[in-house]
């Protein structure tokens, strides 16, 4: 039972790391197409690095249910700790280390960028695994769990569109905040794939 369940989150740490790379670009490559926006990441804001993981989080534990409900307990609380607790985990670890790093050197590193996805998504699965080889809880209720998943769902699928103007949610291009929020006016200062 728990070799399985630790296959499932090994499972879940490579589709999230793959998935959310490529939602990374895909607004881009879709040349900017707005419905995609509910997915992508749009601008260089933290927020939106958040949601390219949240998605295919979501995705992969809906998946998952239909073939761990029977070995897994508290599935559902379980998985909804880990979409809480990933972003988390990189909010901590990115801004952690920028403490450090802008002040000594101005800027941060793309390879310790990458590494606080890997940070986020360790916690993640650790926290998920730890709660479903737990004997089944009576709390929290299924209808506070319900609750979680529709405000995390409402978040990513709203705050592209009226993000809250915090740092957040402010495009972090080159580590610099630009005053832009959301889907931005221009991009061509942002392209990683130039036009021909």
Request: net charge positive.
């Given at each position: 039972m728990k070799k399985r369940l630790i296959l499932w989150e090994i499972g879940s740490y490579v589709w999230i790391a793959m998935a959310g790379s490529a939602l990374h670009f895909s607004f881009e490559l879709s040349d900017f197409w707005t419905p995609l926006a509910f997915l992508s990441s749009v601008n260089e804001s933290t927020w939106e690095h958040l949601k390219m993981y949240f998605w295919p989080g979501l995705v992969y534990a809906l998946v998952q249910y239909t073939y761990t409900r029977d070995i897994a307990n508290n599935y559902w609380l379980a998985k909804l700790a880990s979409l809480i607790a990933l972003p988390l985990g990189v909010i901590v670890s990115f801004y952690g280390y920028l403490s450090i790093s802008i002040p000594i050197y101005g800027k941060g590193f793309f390879e310790y960028d990458i590494a606080t996805m890997f940070f986020g998504l360790t916690l993640a699965s650790v926290v998920a695994y730890k709660i479903m080889v737990r004997p089944q809880f009576n709390r929290p209720s299924k209808r506070l769990i319900i609750t979680g998943y529709v405000s995390l769902v409402f978040m990513?699928?709203?705050?592209?569109?009226?993000?809250?103007?915090?740092?957040l949610f402010e495009n972090y291009f080159g580590y610099v905040y630009s005053g832009e929020y959301g889907i931005l006016e221009d991009y061509e200062p942002y392209r990683v794939f130039k036009k021909k």
């Open positions: 990513f699928s709203t705050f592209t569109f009226y993000p809250p103007k915090m740092f």
